[in-house]
């Protein structure tokens, strides 16, 4: 299974190994409403071992190991950019406790840079959060949060996905991140292979609601979205569909509606035009679900006169829970 998804993929993104690939400037709901400014530092390194069928984050990673030092470097130039913010979310398109991404060596020299942050998010696959990933929180200034993939408990889908992770890893991952008092974040697909359409939606609320059951105060739904190759051979199988903009805000809305008191659920903003088919109301709608993203607040649909997205020509919804 590696062997086929990765010889579908396409060439690398040219990344070097002493800049940070980019800063996002963003702002996150807490459990308790509050609103806070956070920054996201895209890191270049090594690229994950795992091979899951939907993942297309080794476009921006780094051949072979990570270089010693070289995050240190990265992050030294990304704080230059950030100035004064209480989080910080460290993607290194891996995961941050497997030592061929992050040396461990390097260490000293981050927690030394992440003083005074009250949270920094970093993201792991079960398989590596141990022990390192344990010292790194008992010697950080403020809190560790760790970002984990879910994906889905469909229980037949996951393991479909080739992460190598079964539901009983990942809580067993979660219950350990718990006993010592690290953050939870939690990503959840939205158009999953190997899901039927109709039953999309179904899985994503079931996936949020077992993320929510673990403990995670922040739960991402993240729409699939084609390109890294495997995806475009599963939907030539017939296993695999682009998500909708409609799916998405639909999985939304009933995600809002779960009233889940200690978590925060958004969706994710990344890419989003290219689940529209409509250009005309694309912003209106991001900004919907932007907006929803800080208040946890459902606002009416958008209606489009020329897509009838929201119109009378609309197709009929579902009833409300
Ligand atoms: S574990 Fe995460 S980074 Fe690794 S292949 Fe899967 S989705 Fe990508
Ligand atoms: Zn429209």
Redo the contacts with the bound molecule.
Sequence with gaps: MDHWVRSLRRSKVSRLADRPIGVVHEQERRPSGDIVDAAAVFLAGAE?????V??D??QQTLSGHTPPGSLARQLEEALREIGQRSLIKLYN???FFDPAAVPPADHTSMLRLLKGFAQVTV?C?PRFITDDCFAFADRLDGALQVGV?LETVHPAALPRLN?KMTLADFDAATSALRAHEIGLRVFVLLGCPFIADEEQLDWTLRSVEHAAERGASMISIIPMRGGNGALESLAAEGVWRPVTLDLAEDAFDQALRLNLDDAVVQLDLWDLERLAVCSDCLEARANRIGAMNLTGLSESRVACASCGVGTARDRPRPPEA
């Design positions: 994950c071992p795992f091979s899951c939907f993942c984050l080794w398109a891996s995961n993201e696959h993939g992460k």
